[in-house]
Every structure is written in C-alpha cells, then in structure tokens.
T-cell receptor, first 118, second 115 residues
Framework: GAGVSQSPSNKVTEKGKDVELRCDPI?????LYWYRQRLGQGLEFLIY????????KSGLPSDRFSAERTGESVSTLTIQRTQQEDSAVYLC????????????????FGPGTRLTVL | AQKVTQAQTEISVVEKEDVTLDCVYE???????LFWYKQPPSGELVFLIR??????QNEISGRYSWNFQKSTSSFNFTITASQVVDSAVYFC????????????FGTGTSLTVIP
C-alpha cells in the first residue's frame, strides 16, 4: 500500500480482556517498530522487528505484551489481560532498512490505534 | 545512554511570526542520526528531516530550517513566517546504530499558531 496502515483505529475494551492490534507496513520495508504514546507524552519504544525476527524486545512493559511478524509483512501486537494503564495510542512504523541497520533509516508511521481500557 | 530533551512543552505564536523549537540530545556515540517529526491534530507522524552526525551543514526547506550544532548537542528547528497549518506537536528523535536500533524520542513541543 501507499503507507503504513493500522487497525483498528480505535479499540475500547474492558479491563482483563485481551486485544490484538495490527500493523501493515509499507511493502518492501524490512524493519518494523511498535511504540506506545500515552496522552500528552512522547513515544515509548516497545519492540522492533528486522524481517520476522525481534532482536530487541526490551521496551515491552510486561509479559502481558507480545508481538509477532509474519511474512516480513504484517505484525500483531497482543496485550493480554488489559489494564487501565495500557490505555494509549499504539503506533507502528516501518523503514526500508537495506543495510540491516534500521536505526539509520527514516521511519514512516501509521495513524495509530487508540486503545481505551475501561 | 541516549536521551533527547525538548524543554519547550507548549509554544504559542501569532501567525507570520518566526518560531524556534529546541532539541538537545545526549549520546556517547560518534555516529548517530537526528530526526524531526510533525504530529498534526490528525495524529499521524510526518517525517520532516533526517541528519547524520557527520553533516553539520544547516538545512533549509521552504519555511523550515534546521540548525545542527555538535558543540552544544543541539538540533533546533525554526519555522519562518508561521502559518496556522503549522500547529502540531513536533518531536525530535535520536538513533545511534552502534548501540542498538532503538529510536529515542523527546517528549514533544506543542506549537499553536494563532491566526
């Protein structure tokens, strides 16, 4: 597609439920990042993928958070047993990363998924 | 450790005024990259500029200009003759490939341009 897409755009869930957030990166982009943005805050790194591998999961806040990527394309961020503090906008970004060092590349962001945990 | 500081939380200017958004970074790496992104009210971050640590030349793109000074670890962004459409949150970011592939974002500066 033309840009990074994310779905759903909005998700309201009850505390304790599991949610899945989806990211479709720009076609051909090998690197994919997930960020969390709390209201009025900056971007908090969660995890990044190079291809289908996740070399750096250090930003995942707890073991309730997990992510996977398949086919060097779509990625899913899963939050189990959601808590109210998980409420935030979850942003996905992709980059071409031809050198295999994605931090040298420009990231292109999706519109985000706004998650509200009641 | 890598860190980006955007000390200005909110700025308001009147249309046509010039405004500078400050960004100060910390890194021990000699090779690093700096970025600016714009997040308009619609929410989607828009890439503005990428600069590597070996290129200290200032850059101008229309009404936008960037001043990179390694001596003060700053990468400031100036909008000349501001317009209402410039109203957004602006983020500065840093990456340092030799110490991992994370991007470090500042907390953002919210710019409001008053007509």
């Amino acid at each position: 597609g033309a840009g990074v897409s994310q779905s759903p755009s909005n998700k309201v869930t009850e505390k304790g439920k599991d949610v899945e957030l989806r990211c479709d990166p720009i076609s051909g982009h090998t690197a994919l990042y997930w960020y969390r943005q709390r209201l009025g805050q900056g971007l908090e790194f969660l995890i990044y993928f190079q291809g289908n591998s996740a070399p750096d999961k250090s930003g995942l806040p707890s073991d309730r958070f997990s992510a996977e990527r398949t086919g060097e394309s779509v990625s899913t961020l899963t939050i189990q047993r959601t808590q109210q503090e998980d409420s935030a906008v979850y942003l996905c970004a992709s980059s071409l990363s031809p050198s295999g060092s994605p931090s040298t590349d420009t990231q292109y962001f999706g519109p985000g998924t706004r998650l509200t945990v009641l | 450790a890598q860190k980006v500081t955007q000390a200005q939380t909110e700025i308001s200017v009147v249309e046509k005024e010039d405004v500078t958004l400050d960004c100060v970074y910390e890194t021990r790496d000699t090779t690093y990259y700096l970025f600016w992104y714009k997040q308009p009210p619609s929410g989607e971050l828009v890439f503005l500029i990428r600069r590597n640590s070996f290129d200290e030349q200032n850059e101008i793109s229309g009404r936008y200009s960037w001043n990179f000074q390694k001596s003060t670890s700053s990468f400031n962004f100036t909008i000349t003759a501001s317009q209402v459409v410039d109203s957004a949150v602006y983020f500065c970011a840093l990456s340092a490939p030799n110490t991992g592939n994370q991007f470090y974002f500042g907390t953002g500066t919210s710019l409001t341009v008053i007509p």
